[in-house]
């Protein structure tokens, strides 16, 4: 699914109303009715609902739910927020088709702002959308801040008023805290990213039928990565496969203390269709390995508690997995040297040898032009690229390292992004609160070197290998809970998360 820039969106609505020969005010319509019913399945009729509207076309939306709402039994309270001589015409139309018992109050000074403290009731802010251009401040920025005072639930229509939808908002600019947004067609940039949180709450898409062919046809470099686009990439088995056919995987994962690292990446490994497995640990990993996962092959490094050489026959393996519970020891960097001077084996680089990497530059220079998949949480890789200074910069720093060296980075968080060498970013849709505990991100290493080795591309082994890691934890989630899930049961729970997309399948 693609993500579009407000600029985007504008045309996607401006396209669709000439493709399908409609107005706008039909397209404002379609937008409030697509937004009344989602508003309908989640608050029941009964306590205020105080629609705050801008001058704008959101504004203009928030109109015509109030009438919507109101046609429903909804005790609704539209404001007409500032100076509202220059609306939009859809905002006029909207507000002449309010009937004659709803009024509307104007909030033209500070003094107007309604006092929605302890009231119990409900806030629809309709502000402004994406045609903010400007930060929010004056009396917009006091009905903000008031709303964010108040206590009160706050849903936005399409986007939290203030919010920049594709760029860094200014600092100086006031942002409303949603509980909800409710955005139309696609989901914005602005809600992918950590930093809006506090802004945007749970977000939700409601569709209001913008023209698929622009869609389709329109450039972008963000998507957020559905279940029917990862059900496209995923490969049945046939009946006559044998395991030679699903590829012979090489973890070099452990280290003293951190064997478990070593033990929940293979064991994902293997729960991700992985034909053989060999694991490589330091030779006081070598009972631990035996006894935790025996559908390995287990293998011992000459260092008792260190990841020190390679295996010498390494040339047999389809793909090479390492980085997790390694640790930073010289002899650690030397071997993670050796590998990326002499291997050219697809490589998931993870955790540590990410770390190992990020600190030599003689390392670095070795990493242009193979097959490498780097999965980083936001520390380990911001020790590859330097300090970021916001998300959105994050992500320009994301994409300007994997077009640098040619390679994908699966940058890890509540929606994990996957850059790719074309500087496409994709985030992840699946995922809960449950997975920020130690562990889960060695499952992704086992998981995406097992894709890689059953000949996925690198970058359908990331988005596949992503979406699943995420979706075996919301499985694990209606048993579990968030607080008390672990690694091990994201593990346990990859079998129904295949099923679930297999099951699926058209
Ligand atoms: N264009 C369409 O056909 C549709 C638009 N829709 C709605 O329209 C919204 C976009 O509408 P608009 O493009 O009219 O934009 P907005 O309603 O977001 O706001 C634009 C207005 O606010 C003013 N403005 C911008 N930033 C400001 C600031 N910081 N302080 C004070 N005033 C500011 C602008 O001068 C303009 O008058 C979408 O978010 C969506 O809610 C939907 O109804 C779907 C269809
Ligand atoms: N709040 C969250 N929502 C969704 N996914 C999360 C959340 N927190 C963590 N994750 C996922 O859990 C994994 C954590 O990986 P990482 O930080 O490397 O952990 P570790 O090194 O302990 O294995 C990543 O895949 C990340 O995307
Ligand atoms: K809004």
């Given at each position: 699914m693609?993500?579009?820039t407000a600029a985007?969106?504008?045309e996607?609505?401006?396209y669709?109303?000439?493709e399908?020969?409609?107005?706008?005010?039909?397209?404002?319509?379609?937008?409030?009715k697509a937004f009344?019913?989602?508003?309908?399945n989640?608050?029941?009729p009964?306590?205020?609902v105080h629609?705050?509207?801008?001058?704008?076309?959101?504004?203009?939306?928030g109109?015509?739910?109030a009438?919507?709402?109101?046609e429903?039994?909804?005790n609704v309270?539209?404001y007409?927020v500032?100076?509202?001589?220059k609306?939009?015409?859809?905002f006029?139309?909207?507000?002449?088709r309010?009937?004659q018992?709803?009024?509307?109050?104007?909030?033209e000074?500070e003094a107007?702002?309604?006092?929605?403290?302890g009231?119990g009731s409900?806030v629809i802010d309709?502000?402004?959308?994406t045609?903010?251009?400007?930060?929010?401040?004056?009396?917009y920025a006091?009905v903000?801040?008031?709303?964010?005072?108040?206590?009160v639930?706050?849903?936005?229509?399409?986007?939290?008023?203030?919010?920049?939808?594709?760029?860094?908002t200014?600092?100086d600019g006031?942002?409303?805290?949603?509980?909800y947004?409710?955005?139309f067609?696609?989901?914005?940039?602005?809600?992918l990213?950590?930093?809006?949180?506090?802004f945007?709450?749970?977000?939700?898409?409601?569709?209001?039928?913008l023209?698929?062919q622009?869609?389709?046809?329109v450039?972008?470099?963000?998507?957020?990565?559905k279940?029917?686009d990862v059900q496209r990439l995923?490969?049945?088995?046939?009946?006559?496969s044998?395991?030679?056919?699903?590829?012979h995987?090489?973890?070099?994962?452990?280290?003293?203390?951190?064997?478990g690292?070593?033990v929940?990446?293979a064991?994902?490994?293997?729960?991700?269709?992985?034909?053989?497995?060999?694991v490589?640990?330091?030779?006081?990993g070598y009972?631990?390995?035996?006894?935790?996962v025996p559908?390995?092959?287990?293998?011992?490094?000459r260092?008792?508690k260190h990841l020190?050489?390679l295996?010498?026959d390494?040339?047999?393996?389809?793909v090479i997995?390492?980085?997790p519970?390694?640790?930073?020891?010289?002899?650690?960097k030397?071997?993670?040297?050796?590998l990326?001077?002499?291997?050219s084996?697809?490589t998931?680089i993870?955790a540590?040898?990410i770390?190992?990497i990020?600190?030599?530059?003689?390392l670095?220079?070795?990493?242009y032009?193979k097959k490498?998949?780097?999965?980083?949480?936001?520390?380990?890789?911001?020790?590859?690229?330097?300090?970021?200074?916001?998300d959105?910069d994050?992500?320009?720093h994301?994409?300007e390292?994997?077009?640098?060296?040619?390679?994908?980075?699966v940058?890890?968080?509540?929606h994990t992004?996957?850059g790719?060498?074309?500087g496409k970013?994709?985030?992840?849709?699946t995922?809960?609160?449950?997975?920020?505990t130690g562990?889960t991100?060695?499952?992704?290493?086992?998981?995406?070197?097992?894709l890689v080795g059953?000949?996925y591309?690198?970058?359908?082994?990331?988005?596949l290998?992503v979406y699943v890691?995420g979706l075996?934890?919301?499985l694990?989630?209606?048993?579990?809970?968030?607080?008390a899930?672990?690694a091990?049961?994201?593990?346990d729970h990859l079998?129904?998360?295949?099923l679930?997309l297999?099951q699926l399948?058209p």
């Amino acid at each position: 699914m693609k993500i579009l820039t407000a600029a985007q969106t504008r045309e996607a609505d401006a396209y669709t109303i000439q493709e399908e020969g409609i107005s706008s005010a039909e397209l404002m319509e379609r937008a409030a009715k697509a937004f009344t019913g989602w508003f309908e399945n989640k608050f029941q009729p009964g306590g205020e609902v105080h629609i705050f509207c801008g001058p704008g076309n959101n504004g203009g939306d928030g109109l015509a739910v109030a009438r919507l709402l109101h046609e429903r039994n909804y005790n609704v309270q539209p404001y007409l927020v500032g100076d509202i001589s220059k609306a939009s015409d859809d905002f006029e139309t909207n507000l002449e088709r309010l009937p004659q018992d709803l009024q509307t109050i104007h909030v033209e000074q500070e003094a107007a702002i309604p006092n929605l403290i302890g009231k119990g009731s409900c806030v629809i802010d309709a502000l402004f959308g994406t045609g903010l251009n400007r930060p929010v401040t004056g009396l917009y920025a006091k009905v903000l801040e008031a709303l964010n005072s108040s206590g009160v639930t706050v849903t936005s229509i399409d986007i939290p008023s203030g919010l920049y939808t594709d760029s860094q908002t200014p600092e100086d600019g006031a942002i409303v805290r949603a509980q909800y947004t409710v955005s139309f067609e696609l989901p914005k940039l602005a809600f992918l990213l950590p930093q809006h949180e506090p802004f945007v709450g749970e977000w939700h898409v409601v569709s209001i039928g913008l023209s698929q062919q622009f869609i389709s046809e329109v450039n972008t470099n963000y998507f957020c990565t559905k279940q029917e686009d990862v059900q496209r990439l995923l490969k049945l088995r046939k009946k006559f496969s044998h395991k030679g056919l699903y590829g012979h995987a090489l973890l070099l994962c452990g280290g003293y203390g951190k064997m478990g690292a070593a033990v929940l990446a293979a064991r994902a490994c293997l729960r991700s269709g992985v034909g053989l497995l060999t694991v490589q640990v330091p030779q006081a990993g070598y009972p631990i390995l035996q006894t935790a996962v025996p559908e390995a092959m287990t293998l011992t490094d000459r260092n008792r508690k260190h990841l020190s050489e390679l295996p010498q026959d390494i040339q047999k393996y389809d793909v090479i997995g390492t980085g997790p519970g390694i640790g930073t020891e010289r002899v650690t960097k030397t071997a993670i040297g050796q590998l990326l001077a002499t291997s050219s084996h697809p490589t998931v680089i993870d955790a540590d040898a990410i770390n190992l990497i990020a600190a030599s530059d003689k390392l670095k220079a070795q990493l242009y032009k193979k097959k490498l998949i780097f999965t980083p949480h936001p520390k380990e890789f911001e020790r590859l690229v330097g300090k970021v200074k916001n998300d959105y910069d994050r992500l320009q720093h994301l994409r300007e390292f994997c077009m640098e060296y040619g390679c994908y980075v699966v940058l890890k968080g509540s929606h994990t992004a996957v850059g790719t060498p074309e500087g496409k970013v994709y985030f992840n849709t699946t995922g809960n609160s449950g997975m920020a505990t130690g562990g889960t991100g060695d499952v992704l290493t086992g998981i995406i070197t097992a894709l890689v080795g059953q000949q996925y591309t690198l970058e359908e082994a990331c988005l596949l290998g992503v979406y699943v890691h995420g979706l075996a934890a919301d499985l694990a989630f209606p048993s579990l809970g968030d607080i008390a899930m672990t690694a091990s049961d994201v593990i346990d729970h990859l079998p129904k998360a295949f099923l679930h997309l297999t099951q699926l399948m058209p």
